[in-house]
Nanobody, 121 residues
Framework: QVQVVESGGGLVQPGGSLRLSCAAS????????MGWYRQAPGKQRELVAT???????NYADSVKGRFTISRDNAKNTVYLQMDSLKPEDTAVYYCNADLYTSYFSIPAIYWGQGTQVTVSS
């Protein structure tokens, strides 16, 4: 069983900062990549940022220069540092992990339950 758990969401004023954490645990052989997605009410889920094990990153244009993704491979944890937050950033933020559970398995994607980020004055 693989678990993916996010934390760090909350209420912040425009221009403020927030740091999200996501830890993957359980039967994990290797992780290909971990990333952050978000979904606002009435909108589709969108990519925020991803990072593969080799350190390659990918950011949505809307957050580039404001958000930074980082990782702690020893803890199977990925972080999202969010600066200069805007009301448009308000959403439920979901973490996912693309991983192998054994040497013989095919990779699969596991999702966390999400953490609410609200940017409001």
């Amino acid at each position: 069983q693989v678990q993916v758990v996010e934390s760090g969401g909350g209420l912040v004023q425009p221009g403020g900062s927030l740091r999200l954490s996501c830890a993957a645990s359980g039967k994990i052989f290797a992780i290909n990549a971990m990333g952050w997605y978000r979904q606002a009410p009435g909108k589709q889920r969108e990519l925020v940022a991803t990072m593969n094990t080799g350190g390659q990153t990918n950011y949505a244009d809307s957050v580039k220069g404001r958000f930074t993704i980082s990782r702690d491979n020893a803890k199977n944890t990925v972080y999202l540092q969010m600066d200069s937050l805007k009301p448009e950033d308000t959403a439920v933020y979901y973490c996912n992990a693309d991983l192998y559970t054994s040497y013989f398995s095919i990779p699969a994607i596991y999702w966390g339950q999400g953490t609410q980020v609200t940017v409001s004055s």
